[in-house]
């Protein structure tokens, strides 16, 4: 069982960052890490992901360029670094873990059926 707590949202005018942490309750080292987000009135989607070694990440294309995952493994913890921040990307952001098994594509990575474990969510909020 994996436990997972978001925390560094926040409120950021536009053009501003935040970097959103999510730590794990136990080692998540074989788990491939991501993030999702949710704004009001629409479906959780895919905003990022990152293998076990950190040797494999995948971002939507909304995101690329200005975003960043990242983990560290001595501390469980994986990192979303938000550049450049636009209203478009208010959302409640979640941190999910998955097993790291299967074909590793964005097809397969960015399916929310896929993570075993969801974090609570943190909300980020960007004004214009």
């Known amino acids: 069982q994996v436990q997972l707590v978001e925390s560094g949202g926040g409120l950021v005018q536009a053009g501003g960052s935040l970097r959103l942490s999510c730590a794990a309750s136990?080692?998540?080292?074989?788990?491939?890490m991501g993030w999702f987000r949710q704004a009001p009135g629409k479906e959780r989607e895919f905003v990022a992901a990152i293998t076990g070694s950190g040797g494999n990440i995948w971002y939507v294309d909304s995101v690329k360029g200005r975003f960043t995952i990242s983990r560290d493994n001595v501390v469980n913890t994986v990192y979303l670094q938000m550049n450049s921040l636009k209203p478009e990307d208010t959302a409640v952001y979640y941190c999910a873990a998955r097993r790291d098994v299967g074909v590793r594509t964005i097809a397969t990575m960015s399916q929310l059926r896929e993570y075993d474990y969801w974090g609570q969510g943190t909300q980020v909020t960007v004004s214009s």
């Open positions: 136990g080692r998540t080292v074989s788990y491939v």
